[in-house]
């Protein structure tokens, strides 16, 4: 349901229901695309509009109701559902920022939002990885690419081994040059990481090269083996990523789930961790190893290195795949 006059109606004219106009708006503000995007900031809107019709909420079903009292009231929930520990600080802030989002898009404005979700929830969201990865066990990652291609999600089973072997996001997996990195893995050793990258951070001004062992190579082949007739990477020449990644890859995340993969950003906290011991000799801080305490200097290299493999090149953000140091 497009709105296409004005926002004068319930619910700023997307309807009776609350959950239902919350989720019409995003996929408006979003012009059908951004699929994990749009379920994502609709299933916490959702946790919102659950709030507002239990005993603790306002009851409301019109947005038009909805204002910063509002969303102060549901903050100091969220703070409460923290302090008892049902709810990690993260979460909490996702959620803050999905209403924001949210009511943005169902109103055209920003008058009514919650300005710092950090500030309204009296809680610093910390990026430190205190969870060991899934993904790290390679036998059990083989298990799992065995039974995407027993569901013939060859290309599926393709994203994981790249973003396992290389690091690679999920977008850039998908997206990536397979024949320039299969002439750069044969004839340099090595790889560099420029396709579907984030933040515009690619080309001659922001190489990332990564070593492209045989572990990497094999990857490649099995990549390039999939990839549709006439394509450079994994998407079909008249399929679009959005098309790909809604009728393709969504799919296929209940087999991760059930082969105990939280998700695709899991396989480059793995090989973040599998490259820290192999650059330092010690295993990673979030799998129990000491190796900053036993030599500073290494620790920092290593993640330096680290960073610059996975696109951020911000050593501080490496402690979000291989833990802190104290």
Not at 35 to 50: E, G, L, N, P, Y
Not at 248 to 256: D, F, G, I, Y
Request: net charge positive; charged share 25%.
């Amino acid at each position: 349901m497009t709105l296409i006059s004005r926002r004068d109606g319930r619910n700023f004219g997307y309807g009776r229901q609350l959950n239902y106009a919350g989720s019409q708006a995003l996929k408006d503000l979003f012009a059908g695309g951004h699929f994990a995007t749009v379920k994502a900031h609709s299933d916490r809107w959702h946790a919102f509009v659950r709030w507002c019709r239990s005993e603790d909420g306002p009851g409301y079903n019109d947005a038009r109701q909805i204002d910063r009292q509002t969303l102060q009231d549901y903050a100091a929930y969220l703070r409460h559902q923290i302090q008892q520990g049902e709810l990690c600080i993260a979460t909490a802030q996702n959620r803050l920022s999905s209403v924001n989002r949210t009511l943005a898009a169902l109103r055209g404005d920003q008058d009514v939002r919650i300005a710092s979700p950090s500030q309204a929830l009296g809680q610093q969201r910390s990026t430190v990885r205190t969870r060991a990865p899934d993904g790290q066990d390679l036998q059990l990652v083989q298990r799992l690419v065995e039974a995407l291609g027993e569901q013939q999600h060859d290309r599926v089973a393709a994203i994981v081994m790249l973003a396992r072997t290389t690091g690679m996001r999920l977008r850039e997996a998908i997206l990536a040059d397979l024949p320039r990195l299969h002439r750069e893995a044969e004839h340099l050793g090595r790889i560099n990481i420029q396709d579907g990258t984030k933040g515009g951070r690619s080309g001659a001004f922001a190489p990332r090269w990564v070593i492209a062992n045989e572990e990497v190579k094999v990857t490649l082949n099995l990549a390039r083996k999939v990839s549709p007739a006439g394509s450079r990477n994994l998407v079909a020449r008249k399929e679009s990523y959005a098309v790909f990644l809604q009728k393709t890859v969504l799919p296929a995340r209940k087999t991760l789930h059930k082969h105990g993969l939280k998700g695709f950003h899991e396989l480059r906290a793995a090989y973040a961790c599998e490259r820290y011991e192999q650059l330092t000799g010690h295993i990673s801080p979030v799998n129990g190893g000491q190796g900053y305490r036993i030599d500073r200097v290494l620790d920092q290299q290593a993640r330096q290195q680290i960073s610059l493999e996975l696109g951020h090149n911000r050593i501080d953000i490496v402690s979000a795949y291989i833990g802190g140091r104290l």
